[in-house]
C-alpha cells in the first residue's frame, strides 16, 4: 500500500524566512504533484514533477523529486503572507510512463506566514 | 486547463436521505475521479468512473453507499446514499487530461 508522508503538518514562518516542506513516499512512483488549497477552496495545481531530479519554480516555490529517495521538497524562498494555505503533496502509483489518476494524498502542511 | 464545475457547490441535508452531485468537464476524458475531503483533512479517492463501465472503488467504500454514473465522455454524477453526519465533506471531482490533475470546485456537504 502506497503511503505518503508529509512533514511538518503545522508551519508557522515569519515573512522573508526561507522554509522547506518534505513529501515521502513509500513504493516507486515517477509521478508527483504539488497543490495548494485556500480556506474553504478546492485545490489548484502548482508543480506536476515527472522524473528522477526534477525541478520546478514559480515564484517563491520551488520543487524537486528524488524518485530513488522517494522524496519530493517544496522549498519556500523569502515568504510573503500571501502564500499562507494549505499544501498537499500527492503521488500517482501508476506504472512509469502511464497515469492511473487515482492520487495517494499526503496529510497537508498548514502554513502560516506572520508579518 | 479544462473548466470543471460542480452542483450543488454546498447542501445541507438531513440524516437518511440521499444527495446526487454532478461533474462536468468541458472536454471528453475516458477516466473522472471522485474524492471525499472530511473536515480539516486530507483527501481520500472514493472511486475512478470510466465510461462505458462500472466505476472501480477504493478500499473502505461501497457501490450501494456511493453510486456513480458516467453516462457519457463529459459527465458524471456522485451520490452520497442514506446519510449521516459521518458524510459531512467536501466532495471533489477530478480529471487527468495529460499529466496533470485538475480538480472540480467542490461540493461542501453537511448532514445535520
Known amino acids: 500500500e502506497l503511503k505518503v508522508e508529509q512533514n511538518p503538518l503545522f508551519l508557522s514562518m515569519q515573512e522573508g524566512k526561507n522554509y522547506t516542506i518534505y513529501c515521502n513516499y513509500s513504493?516507486?512512483?515517477?509521478?508527483l504533484y504539488w497543490y495548494r488549497q485556500d480556506p474553504g477552496k478546492s485545490l489548484e495545481s502548482l508543480f506536476v514533477?515527472?522524473?528522477?531530479?526534477a525541478v520546478k519554480q514559480e515564484g517563491r516555490l520551488m520543487a524537486s523529486l528524488d524518485t530513488k529517495a522517494r522524496l519530493s521538497t517544496l522549498h519556500i524562498t523569502a515568504a510573503v503572507h500571501d502564500l499562507s494555505a494549505t499544501y498537499f503533496c500527492a503521488v500517482d502509483p501508476g506504472n512509469y510512463g502511464g497515469s492511473q489518476g487515482n492520487l495517494i494524498f499526503g496529510k497537508g502542511t498548514k502554513l502560516s506566514v506572520k508579518p | 486547463s479544462a473548466v470543471i464545475s460542480q452542483k450543488p457547490s454546498r447542501d445541507i441535508c438531513q440524516r437518511g436521505t440521499s444527495l446526487t452531485i454532478q461533474c462536468q468537464v468541458d472536454s471528453q476524458v475516458t477516466m473522472m475521479f471522485w474524492y471525499r475531503q472530511q473536515p480539516g483533512q486530507s483527501l481520500t479517492l472514493i472511486a475512478t468512473?470510466?465510461?462505458?463501465?462500472?466505476?472501480?472503488?477504493e478500499s473502505g467504500f461501497v457501490i450501494d453507499k456511493f453510486p456513480i454514473s458516467r453516462p457519457n465522455l463529459t459527465f458524471s454524477t456522485l451520490t452520497v446514499s442514506n446519510m449521516s453526519p459521518e458524510d459531512s465533506s467536501i466532495y471533489l471531482c477530478a480529471w487527468t487530461p495529460r499529466d496533470e490533475q485538475f480538480f472540480g470546485p467542490g461540493t461542501r456537504l453537511t448532514v445535520l
Open positions: 468512473a470510466n465510461q462505458g463501465s462500472e466505476a472501480t472503488y
Open positions: 513504493t516507486t512512483s515517477d509521478r
Open positions: 514533477l515527472l522524473s528522477n531530479g
